[in-house]
Each structure stands twice: as C-alpha cells, then as structure tokens.
C-alpha cells in the first residue's frame, strides 16, 4: 500500500498502541491499514481540503485505532505493518555489528575485487568480528558469506526471543527480520560485488535461505545438546570449518551466542517490538573465556589415576 493512504500520526499510534499491548497477549488486537486508506477517501469526498494532520496523533484517533484493534476482521493485515516496523530497527542492531565494503568497486572504473583461495571477493571491514587478533578482534576473513554468517548468529538470538511472542504474531515477526536480511544481502550483492543481474542474484538468494535453515536447525540442536554441539554449529558456520581454527575463538563466540539469548529473554516485549536494543561487543567474553581455567589442569595425578591409566594385558 502506498505510503501516501495512510496518516502518519494514525501509524505512529497503531505502532505505539501495539507494542503496549504485546505483554497482554489476549488484548493484543490488530486493525487493517485498508481502514485507514477508506476513511482517508470518505473524508476526501465530504470535505474537500482538509485540515493539515496534526504533529502527534490526538485522543480521538488512539480511540479509532483501538476500536479498530477489537475487530478480529482487521487483525491479519496490520500486524504485517508493525512487524515491518519493528523488525526494520532490529535488523539494524544486528547490522551494527560488523559492515564491510569493497573499495575496488568505487574506483573509477570499477576494478575486480580481491579474491582469497576460495575465489570469494575480499574487502576492508570494521568491528570486532573483523578486527585482527593484535587488536583484540576475531580476524574473521571479509567477505560477503562471513558477514551474512555474523548476521545469522545475531538474528537467530532475536529470533529466539520472538519465539515468546503470542503465537499468533511470532511467524510475522520472524519472516518480516528474515526480509530485512534479504534486503541489505541484495544490496551488497549489486554495490559491491557487481552482481546487476537479478538472476544471480536471486540465486545467491536462494543459497542463503537454505544456509538460514541450516543455522536454525544447528543452533538449535546446540543449544539443546550443550556446548559441544553448539560449537560445532559455530565452527561450520562462523569459521567455515576451517582446520586452523583456535578453539579459544570458538569457544568466545558460543558464550557470547549464550550470553545474548539470556540477556534479550530477560527483556519485555515492549522492548524488543520498539527494537530499543544493541548488541554489545563480544570481547569481554573472550577475556572471560581466555582467564577461565579448569581445575584439572593444575590437579596432579594420584596413584589411583596413574594405575588406570595402565595398559591393560593382553588377551
């Protein structure tokens, strides 16, 4: 629907009314933005030149929209809108993570982008997941399937959070963050990887949709399963497998993965429909991860542990 249709104070209410609602779930109502696109007509035909629409939405139009919000009729298509919305800022706590750019693309003219042994596209990134090891980073390569990869992990803790939501409105919330995804992940395609062609990119599109299922399914079976688990998922996702891999970085990031899901489930819904939240930077975890040590490793052995460690005799 056109944003032109709707009254700018009337979606402010509708978004505001909503978030208050979402700790009452069996309150929580939704209107249909073709009510307010119907009433802006009617009130084109019965008076001409309206009166400019104030700067905040007044008693009268909060009644409206709740009364709209009663009618179960009208619930379905609203509730998109404000996901929309709420989804939109979320996304952009996940985008402030890490970004990258790919300054070959900005000459003039374009030059071919770098490429690592993979034959991936490579270029110069900020935040800690790209930060070197020297300065406390993780040194993640920079590239496009690292970033989106450092997207996943993010979005699944909000997505574990959204799973909370009534269950009427959770699948919304879901697919409108999965979207705003695709968005920014198409226009990094076409800005710096050259890719014009929507074909392609649509493939690629393709690709990360099934990568996205599979970071639900392990994450999920990690988070069940224990650490052990949940660190295999980050380290096929996150590091790509790599063999080189230092266990202490994986295991930086499957607390942090942990410490987040806690942190953001002790929010209300308010909070996190406004998308009023940031993702703080992993590496105090890395600094808790690397001064924690297991007792076991300074214990001496016993004679008892000694004789069962002997060989036992042939058959």
Same mark, same amino acid.
């Given at each position: 629907?056109?944003?032109?249709?709707?009254?700018?104070?009337?979606?402010?209410?509708?978004?505001?009314?909503?978030?208050?609602?979402?700790?009452?779930?069996?309150?929580?109502?939704?209107?249909?933005t073709r009510a307010f696109s119907s009433s802006h007509?009617?009130?084109?035909?019965?008076?001409?030149?309206?009166?400019?629409?104030?700067?905040?939405?007044?008693?009268?139009?909060?009644?409206?929209?709740?009364?709209?919000?009663?009618?179960?009729a009208l619930r379905s298509t609203t509730e998109p809108?404000?996901?929309?919305?709420?989804?939109?800022?979320?996304?952009?706590?996940?985008?402030?993570?890490?970004?990258?750019?790919?300054? /070959? %693309?900005?000459?003039?003219?374009?030059?071919? *982008?770098?490429?690592?042994?993979?034959?991936? +596209? =490579?270029?110069?990134?900020? !935040?800690?997941?790209?930060?070197?090891?020297?300065?406390?980073?993780?040194?993640?390569?920079?590239?496009?399937?690292?970033?989106?990869?450092?997207?996943?992990?993010?979005?699944?803790?909000?997505?574990?959070?959204?799973?909370?939501?009534?269950?009427?409105?959770?699948?919304?919330?879901?697919?409108?963050?999965?979207?705003?995804?695709?968005?920014?992940?198409?226009?990094?395609?076409?800005?710096?990887?050259?890719?014009?062609?929507?074909?392609?990119?649509?493939?690629?599109?393709?690709?990360?949709?099934?990568?996205?299922?599979?970071?639900?399914?392990?994450?999920?079976?990690?988070?069940?399963?224990?650490?052990?688990?949940?660190? /295999? %998922?980050?380290?096929?996702?996150?590091?790509? *497998?790599?063999?080189?891999?230092?266990?202490? +970085? =994986?295991?930086?990031?499957? !607390?942090?993965?942990?410490?987040?899901?806690?942190?953001?489930?002790?929010?209300?819904?308010?909070?996190?429909?406004?998308?009023?939240?940031?993702?703080?930077?992993?590496?105090?975890?890395?600094?808790?991860?690397?001064?924690?040590?297991?007792?076991l490793m300074t214990k001496s052995f016993t004679q008892?542990?000694?004789?069962?460690?002997?060989?036992?005799?042939?058959?």
């Amino acid at each position: 629907m056109s944003s032109s249709t709707i009254c700018t104070p009337c979606i402010r209410s509708l978004r505001q009314q909503t978030r208050r609602h979402l700790l009452q779930p069996q309150k929580f109502q939704t209107a249909a933005t073709r009510a307010f696109s119907s009433s802006h007509r009617l009130a084109d035909t019965t008076n001409k030149q309206p009166p400019p629409p104030p700067s905040t939405s007044s008693p009268s139009q909060s009644s409206f929209i709740a009364s709209l919000r009663n009618k179960p009729a009208l619930r379905s298509t609203t509730e998109p809108y404000v996901a929309y919305g709420g989804t939109e800022d979320l996304f952009k706590a996940c985008a402030a993570a890490c970004t990258y750019t790919i300054p /070959a %693309a900005n000459e003039k003219p374009p030059q071919p *982008a770098p490429k690592n042994e993979r034959g991936e +596209d =490579v270029g110069e990134g900020e !935040g800690w997941w790209f930060a070197p090891q020297a300065a406390g980073g993780l040194e993640l390569p920079v590239t496009f399937n690292t970033w989106a990869q450092v997207m996943f992990l993010h979005m699944y803790a909000l997505t574990a959070r959204l799973r909370k939501f009534p269950a009427e409105h959770v699948r919304i919330w879901e697919q409108n963050l999965l979207d705003h995804f695709f968005y920014a992940a198409e226009d990094r395609m076409a800005m710096w990887h050259g890719m014009a062609a929507r074909g392609i990119r649509n493939k690629h599109l393709k690709d990360l949709w099934v990568q996205w299922r599979g970071v639900l399914l392990s994450y999920d079976e990690g988070l069940i399963k224990g650490d052990a688990v949940l660190g /295999a %998922a980050v380290w096929r996702n996150v590091f790509q *497998a790599r063999e080189d891999v230092d266990l202490g +970085d =994986v295991a930086t990031v499957v !607390g942090y993965l942990r410490r987040e899901i806690s942190r953001l489930d002790k929010f209300p819904d308010e909070r996190i429909s406004s998308g009023q939240i940031e993702f703080p930077s992993p590496a105090e975890e890395r600094k808790a991860v690397s001064e924690l040590k297991s007792p076991l490793m300074t214990k001496s052995f016993t004679q008892e542990d000694l004789a069962g460690m002997k060989q036992s005799p042939k058959a």
